[in-house]
T-cell receptor, first 111, second 112 residues
Framework: GAGVSQSPRYKVAKRGQDVALRCDPI?????LFWYQQALGQGPEFLTY????????KSGLPSDRFFAERPEGSVSTLKIQRTQQEDSAVYLC?????????FGPGTRLTVL | LAKTTQPISMDSYEGQEVNITCSHN???????ITWYQQFPSQGPRFIIQ???TKVTNEVASLFIPADRKSSTLSLPRVSLSDTAVYYC?????????????FGKGTMLLVSP
């Protein structure tokens, strides 16, 4: 069956540009998560949705980061006015219970 | 204060059994213990989850002592393809997913 998909897989942005990262969760999964993973580090929680409701956004590092899931399925993570410190892999995961199913991630490089 | 402590790295040879131990002294009553595996350029993959005693699936076993302050992931007869980073997570989803922290994981290197 289809897993979690993310697009694009790679994104290069100039500092100050806005970017949008897309996540297609596993069909029927109610919960959706975004994580940020810096090189050599473990994933760090950014935000969590249950259906279309964003229940926890405590991990978003600044107000330049915004996530949405308007119809309770596809989600978009938007980063405004990108900075070099935003360079990382952004992972999306979906879940029906206690296990998280991750996508391959989007590697964002900000020049 | 880190919620879990794992070795930074481990080395093994093909065919050996590998045991990775995770310390979680401050585990709460409702917390579950979950292990994930991550290969380069991929997202983490769920391996196994448990609450107490022993859990076994087709991939691994998870041993949890009575006090639940540690847990051991056991990989039987590892192969080269088991070279990856392994993460131990402790938390309760009902307390919020932000409580599920990955840490830096254990880099397992399997050699021929």
């Amino acid at each position: 069956g289809a897993g979690v998909s993310q697009s694009p897989r790679y994104k290069v942005a100039k500092r100050g540009q806005d970017v949008a990262l897309r996540c297609d969760p596993i069909s029927g999964h109610v919960s959706l998560f975004w994580y940020q993973q810096a090189l050599g580090q473990g994933p760090e929680f950014l935000t969590y949705f249950q259906n279309e409701a964003q229940l926890d956004k405590s991990g978003l590092p600044s107000d330049r980061f915004f996530a949405e899931r308007p119809e309770g399925s596809v989600s978009t993570l938007k980063i405004q006015r990108t900075q070099q410190e935003d360079s990382a892999v952004y992972l999306c995961a979906s879940s029906l219970g206690r296990a998280l199913f991750f996508g391959p991630g989007t590697r964002l490089t900000v020049l | 204060l880190a919620k879990t402590t794992q070795p930074i790295s481990m080395d093994s040879y093909e065919g050996q059994e590998v045991n990775i131990t995770c310390s979680h002294n401050n585990i709460a009553t409702n917390d579950y213990i979950t292990w994930y595996q991550q290969f380069p350029s991929q997202g983490p993959r769920f391996i196994i989850q448990g609450y107490k005693t022993k859990v076994t699936n087709e991939v691994a076993s998870l041993f949890i002592p009575a006090d639940r302050k540690s847990s051991t992931l056991s990989l039987p007869r590892v192969s080269l393809s088991d070279t990856a980073v392994y993460y131990c997570l402790v938390g309760d989803i009902n307390s919020g997913y932000s409580t599920l922290t990955f840490g830096k994981g254990t880099m397992l290197l399997v050699s021929p």
